[in-house]
């Protein structure tokens, strides 16, 4: 069982940044693990934002976030982050942060991921 805990989120200026950062809560681990970034906005499917694989090499974006959002992670503290900067008011959202161990080849498939944190919310102000 792995237990991802979201944090950082909050309420920024349209252009401002914020620094997302998801945990492995108590003796979960996420080695060996994908873990996606995604979020959902009032009235709206959750969406795919970006994923990173476990080996960090491989880190793919929806196009909407696309250089402006970065994903990394350090595997010796069990976190995953998510840099977003040029944030926009259409980025306001419940962000979640999942886990996957599944071995495909497409990140962005919601049923992929087993775990689930229970969201950060971000709000754009304009």
């Known amino acids: 069982q792995v237990q991802p805990v979201e944090s950082g989120g909050g309420l920024v200026r349209a252009g401002g940044s914020l620094r997302l950062a998801c945990a492995a809560s108590g003796r979960t681990t996420f080695k060996g693990a994908r873990v996606g970034w995604f979020r959902q906005a009032p009235g709206k499917e959750r969406e795919f ?48 942060c999942g886990v996957s161990f599944y071995s495909g080849n497409d990140y962005g498939r919601l049923q992929d991921y087993s775990y689930w944190g229970r969201g950060t919310q971000v709000t754009i102000s304009s």
């Open 49 to 96: 934002v970006a994923a990173i694989s476990w080996s960090g090499d491989y880190t793919p974006y929806a196009d909407s976030v696309k250089d402006r959002f970065t994903i990394s992670r350090d595997n010796a503290k069990d976190n995953v982050y998510l840099h977003m900067n040029s944030l926009k008011s259409e980025d306001t959202a419940v962000y979640y």
